[in-house]
């Protein structure tokens, strides 16, 4: 399997790993295994989605090596980080003496 960006994902492709929402930790997109076509791949955008995995045979003998769980963390983290940091006000204001220096 391989990561490719959106823009690198063709048409008849099959995804290696299932599609997780990137802003809802836990809803998936599309199961592993899912041929994509032109209509699935016109909407990855509109849900964010940057990355994802497809099959390729030139990689089969790594993909033993590769942690299927790390991407769903790395989705998980990246929602708890935008909540906590959404939580912290913002203290610099233009009128602020130091910011207009």
């Known amino acids: 399997m391989i990561c490719l960006s959106?823009?690198?994902?063709?048409?008849?492709?099959?995804l290696a790993r299932p599609l997780q929402h990137p802003?809802?930790?836990?809803?998936v997109l599309l199961q592993a295994g899912c041929r994509l076509d032109s209509r699935s791949?016109?909407?990855?955008?509109?849900?964010?989605?940057?990355?994802?995995w497809?099959?390729?045979?030139?990689f089969e003998d790594l993909d033993r090596y590769l942690n299927p769980g790390v991407g769903e963390?790395?989705?998980?983290?990246?929602?708890?980080?935008?909540?906590?940091?959404?939580?912290?006000?913002?203290?610099a204001h233009?009128?602020?003496p130091v910011v207009q220096r």
């Open 6 to 14: 959106v823009e690198q994902v063709e048409e008849g492709m099959v």
């Open 54 to 58: 497809v099959q390729h045979a030139d």
């Open 23 to 27: 802003l809802q930790p836990g809803v």
């Open 73 to 91: 963390l790395r989705t998980q983290l990246r929602h708890h980080l935008k909540g906590f940091f959404a939580g912290i006000p913002t203290v």
């Open 41 to 52: 791949i016109g909407l990855l955008p509109q849900y964010n989605v940057s990355r994802l």
């Open 94 to 96: 233009l009128e602020h």
